[in-house]
């Protein structure tokens, strides 16, 4: 069965330090998103990706924050310049949405990021 | 506001003692709503989506159903297996991101 995987599956870095977290989305699916859960609490949605290019974002996602398909199957999250809270745990998804109809949400195992 | 809420935040059953789990939302235009199940340390993992009011659908020991307000998991004759954290999430008509509730944790005892 076709699933979503990430890569690391931890990530230990430093204040202020560049991270790149890694996504394989389904390969038939056409909508990327990224979400994060800080350790506690609910998911929280940052960034939609569809046709190459950012279709939503939420609040959180800000400046420092960066998405890309380099290629026809990664999607990575970068984070410029990592802060403590930014530890969290990231789960990348995709889904087969096309507009009208809303298809489920299929998740990655995630990659947890710690900053010290 | 869009909001999700879900109660109770914890449940202990004993294993075979039937129960539900509860959603509630606010949310302007619903588009659908989505139950998930989180294993510690893990990613969620979908197991059903509800469209409009009256719809049900089963899964094994599972059960979703939804009305205009809210949405109800419930479990039958449940298994140790089934101990996890359950998500409902909820995707409004103006975009494509879930609004997540915060979660029942299930306990199952054998």
């Known amino acids: 069965e076709p699933e979503v995987t990430q890569t690391p599956s931890h990530q230990v870095t430093q204040m202020g330090q560049e991270v790149i977290l890694r996504c394989v989305p389904i390969?038939?699916?056409?909508?990327f998103y990224w979400y994060r859960q800080i350790l506690g609490q609910k998911v929280e949605f940052l960034v939609s990706?569809?046709?190459?290019?950012?279709?939503?974002k939420s609040e959180i996602f800000d400046d420092q924050f960066s998405v890309e398909r380099p290629d026809g199957s990664n999607f990575t999250l970068k984070i410029r310049s990592t802060k403590l809270e930014d530890s969290a745990m990231y789960f990348c998804?995709?889904?087969?949405?096309?507009?009208?109809?809303?298809?489920?949400?299929?998740f990655g195992p995630g990659t947890r990021l710690t900053v010290t | 506001e869009d909001q999700v809420t879900q109660s109770p935040e914890a449940l202990r059953l004993q294993e075979g003692e039937s129960s539900s789990l509860n959603c509630s939302y606010t949310v302007s235009g619903l588009r659908g709503l989505f139950w998930y199940r989180q294993d510690p340390g893990k990613g969620p993992e979908f197991l059903f989506t509800l469209y409009s009011a009256g719809e049900e659908k089963e899964k094994e020991r599972l059960k979703a159903t939804l009305t205009k307000k809210e949405s109800f998991l419930h479990i039958t004759a449940p298994k140790p297996e089934d101990s996890a954290t359950y998500l409902c999430?909820?995707?409004?008509?103006?975009?494509?991101?879930?609004?997540w509730g915060a979660g029942t944790k299930l306990i199952i005892k054998p």
């Open positions: 390969s038939n699916h056409l909508y």
């Open positions: 990706f569809y046709n190459n290019e950012i279709s939503e």
């Open positions: 998804a995709s889904s087969r949405t096309t507009g009208r109809v809303t298809y489920e949400q299929y």
């Open positions: 999430a909820a995707r409004m008509d103006s975009n494509y991101q879930l609004i």
